[in-house]
């Protein structure tokens, strides 16, 4: 996975201050969440260090990589999860949402998870300015920029493919739960609303499944990577 840079990470050397605690307390068991590439960052170099310090504290691991929206949530946000335990075994739940879940419950969508919220009148029309923005409106629901692409059948292509990020233009599905709301981005980072806006940063609290009351403080750039680091 490009871009993670495993324990020369800032928040990958955490993990440190994470086993020195459990050396202090002991606790009988523990949960540790990692973006999943980690396990194949610097050829794996990181992942041996974080796995043989956690052994090496007296636990035994399991882990699995799990995405959030099996279990719930209007996000796609795949998660490396570690439970170590002294001793016993340990069986991941199975997801309560999606294909896999008993009864093929379907995913909570993005479009339920907003409902109901009350926005400004300026906000709901501010419309995505810049280069590209006014592009927005013609992007179907759940597509990107690759709609504008020769290769997606598109008479007047402005993209060549794949020449931008997935997330670019990336217009979410109501009847969908959204990519991976990002910490930080540009301004045509999705998720973007299917109203051709920014979500509102309600809107990304319920997205993650912050309570409403929950409050997230600064600008709402800061906001928003409170969000994802805390989530």
Partial sequence: MTGVLGTFDERGTLFREYVRLLKKLKPKGFLFENVYGITGAQNGEPWKEITNAFKEAGYILHYRVLDAADYGVPQHR?????VGLETGSFLFPRPTHGPDSIGEMPFYNAGTAVKGI???????????????????????????????????????????????????????????????IKASGGQYTGPLSWENRYFSLHEYKRLQTFPDKYELNGTKQTAIKQGNYTH
């Avoid at 795949?78 to 570690?82: A, C, G, M, V």
């Fill in 78 to 82: 795949e998660r490396l999860i570690i």
């Fill in 118 to 180: 009350s926005l400004p009148e300026e906000e709901t029309k501010k419309s995505i300015n810049g280069r590209y923005g006014h592009l927005l409106k013609e992007i179907p629901p759940g597509l990107n920029y690759s709609f504008f692409t020769k290769e997606m059948g598109h008479p007047r292509p402005i993209f060549a493919w794949r020449s931008k990020f997935s997330d670019f233009l990336y217009k979410a599905d109501p009847e969908a739960p959204v990519r991976t």
